[in-house]
């Protein structure tokens, strides 16, 4: 394709590849120098004319030149955004407009706003917040009222009569007729269009549904009305009333309508509730960060634009603005975003801050890590809203049952009409419109529509407040029936992060001599353990003894010398190796390992010196989470690569039912799909890499939010607080959320049930008296409004014991 010539438009200036090199010296000259009397804006790159008028602005001493207020007020904001290439490094997401979806079905994605041809709900944007205020609350809301303003004087002049009241002889009844005619023209015909819209697509599509029913319903109440308004001679003499009228119902008509949209508005306010966790989430991040440029000026930039590398300041009570590793300062952040935890967590160099947690007391020098879509909180509000919009398994039951519904609903009215007009009192005809427009009007499936999706909308939110972030319904659904829970140990069930335990000392060398030495030689390992080893001993004050010639043997331990003494460290391998003999130490080193830890031998110039111990710490909620879900019915089994001592003196401790140790990634999945074929129901919970298969095998894929990105991609559930205990919140929530939703198609079946064959009329025959059309559409609203109102309790579900 061929490229353009004009490289210096919007589009790209906005999309240069992340990685291009920017020649700052050039940018800067382009928008200095003026070339035919031309300069390069920096934020747009149009050409501007110099002296025309143009916004300018000098910043250190020179001037820049802006094609509109607009590009000018950006520079201001950000110069050195523009100045040091970093517009063009930042990484653009891809144009597009904004997408919609539908929370019923799915599949249907269109750009903009519309209604789903299907169930023929109002899409949502599918990252669960819109921008601005919410169009179609504001237009049903004016609608509404104004219908509710017509249906008022409607019913005073339609009811009259029957209260008693001469409203109808002081106008007369023609007048009368017209002034209802009048009245409820605006509301069906202009009022009440997005439901005719949405009934007519479902026709034509013949995804038959609640609007449907509304449209065929309504419609034949006006329009039966107008026929008897203006040509009222059609009808039979017998059922004309006194005067040669026709009774009419433009007011059920309108209170119909007015009633509809009490549900649309009930609805689509608390379906604006529902993403109220995710404006909480947003609400988190700072709008701005406080860069530092390399000549060390300091200033408040927007925060999107900041990049990756970018190095930036966060004061005391600040809020940190993005994913960002620590360069400078020492501080206590609150983590309860993440963890739920109260007391703040210490950083300082080289550790890592996540945005949107709050930096308490210390002043910090951070370099930005991750920026945008990438980070932890856009991340989690990435879950929360695709959650909103997933739907679970239980819903395919409700729309099965309603694409048989709508029909068998038509075919009672048709029956009810005919039946009513051959067999029925006088006046038939009257009585046969009653009836059918009636069970059209009782019979709409609005609570069978709100059932599932409210409730999964309201527990999404709901989760994300306990730390418990639902990827999509499915999982949600299938958390409540798991019987069997597969863990993975280190950074789950543990703390991941290894500490020096034990320190024992054999021989005539002193305690502090020893792990001086040891001090020294681990300084200059790489292995997991070393770490932990080092900062045990400096928390000792033990300062570490110079070690040269250091040497690592894979699969036994390190060595070295620290002037003439030659110091080992390791397994009994590694003793062999170097000539110790163990025996005085091996019985300890086992009683060590029973209890979970790992023991390691250290020997000075082949003599046995000591053993040194280190073990990774069980959760402090981890005990009690397993107690919690033995309690719910689970059984619990752990799957680790860890070795067989260790792992069952951690299961031991815990009551594990089941160990597989020694076990590698793949291990994990087949582990998971064995218990398939024996008829479990699996979760699997993880945090790493290696887990990754069998989080993704598992019916439930259950990631601890401290873990390994692809972890958390690979599952169904991620626990912020990265503990067991959230898989008992998950689970209540699952099962709470299950048991609404069946409370839900409960109220929505029994009252579609119950409701029909009222409105058809056989209680007539008792009773002597007909449903009327607007009873009948005060109780289809009335059973949406149970439904949500029933949704809505998840907020406030208890999920902690």
Known sequence: MEQSNHT???????????????????????ATVPVDGKVKDLVCGMDVAVDKGKPTLTYKGDAFHFCS????????????????????????????????????????????????????????????????????LIDFTRRFWISVAAAIPLLVVSMAPMLGLPVREWMGETLALYLEFAL?????????????????????????????????????AYLYSVVATFFADLFPPDLQMEGGHMPVYYEAAVVIIALVFVGQVLEL????????????????????????????????????????????????????PVDSIVLEGRTYVDESMLTGEPLAVEKTEGDTVTGGTLNKQGSLVIEAAKVGEDTMLARIVAMVSSAQRSRAPIQGLADRVASYFVPAVVVVAVLAFAIWLLIGPDPAFVFAIVSAVSVLIIACPCALGLATPMSIMTASGRGAQAGVLIKDAEALERMAKVDVLVVDKTGTLTEG?????????????????????????????????????????????IAAAPVADFEA???????????????????????????????????????????GKTAMYVAIDGELAGLIAVADPIKATTAEAIAALHRAGLKIIMATGDNETTARAVADQLGIDEVRAGVLPEDKKALVEELHKAGHKVAMAGDGVND??????????????????????????????????????????????????????????????????????????????????????????????????????????????
């Open 8 to 30: 210096h438009d919007h589009e790209n200036c906005d999309h240069q590849h992340e990685d291009a090199a920017v020649d700052t010296h050039a940018l800067f000259k382009a």
């Open 69 to 136: 207020a607009g590009c000018h007020g950006k520079f201001e904001r950000d110069p050195y955004f523009y100045l040091s290439g970093n517009k063009a490094r930042k990484k653009q997401p891809a144009q597009k407009n904004a997408m919609y979806t539908c929370p019923m079905d799915p599949e249907i994605v269109q750009e903009g706003p519309g209604t789903c041809p299907i169930c023929g709900m109002a899409l949502e944007p599918m990252d669960g917040i819109a921008e601005g205020p919410n169009h179609e």
């Open 184 to 220: 409820a023209t605006p509301v069906v015909l202009w009022a009440a269009r997005p439901f005719f819209h949405r009934g007519w697509a479902s026709i034509k599509t013949w995804n038959l549904n609640m609007w449907t029913l509304i449209m065929i319903g309504v419609g034949a």
């Open 497 to 541: 992060k290894p500490r020096l335990t034990d320190v024992v000392s054999i021989g005539p060398l002193a305690e502090n001599d020893m792990l001086a030495l040891v001090r020294g030689l681990e300084a200059g390992s790489e292995h997991p353990l070393a770490e932990a080893i080092v900062d045990g001993i400096a928390a000792r004050d």
């Open 553 to 595: 043997t894979t699969g036994k331990g390190v060595s070295g010398k620290s002037g003439d003494q030659h110091i080992a460290l390791g397994n009994a391998a590694m003793m062999a190796t170097v000539g110790a003999d163990t025996k005085a130490a091996d019985a300890q080193a086992h009683a060590l390992r029973s209890q």
């Open 692 to 801: 990754a298969p069998a989080l993704a095998a598992a019916e439930v894929g259950v990631a601890m939010g401290t873990g390994a990105d692809v972890a958390v991609e690979s599952a169904g559930i991620t626990l912020l607080r990265g503990d067991l205990g959230g898989i008992v919140r998950a689970r209540r929530l699952s099962e709470a959320t299950l048991r609404n939703i069946k409370q839900n198609l409960f109220f929505a079946f029994a009252y579609n049930t119950i409701g029909v064959p009222i409105a058809a009329g056989v209680l007539y025959p008792m009773t002597g008296t007909l449903l009327s059309p607007m009873i009948a559409a005060a109780a289809m609203s009335l059973s949406s409004v149970s439904v949500i109102t029933n949704a809505l309790r998840l907020r406030s579900v208890k999920l902690d014991a």
């Open 269 to 320: 306010r608390a379906r604006e509730r529902t993403g109220d966790a995710i404006r909480a989430l947003l609400d988190l991040a700072p709008k701005t960060a406080r860069r530092i440029t390399p000549d060390g000026d300091e200033y408040d930039a927007p925060l999107e634009n900041i990049i990756a590398g970018d190095r930036l300041r966060v004061r005391p009570g600040d809020a940190i």
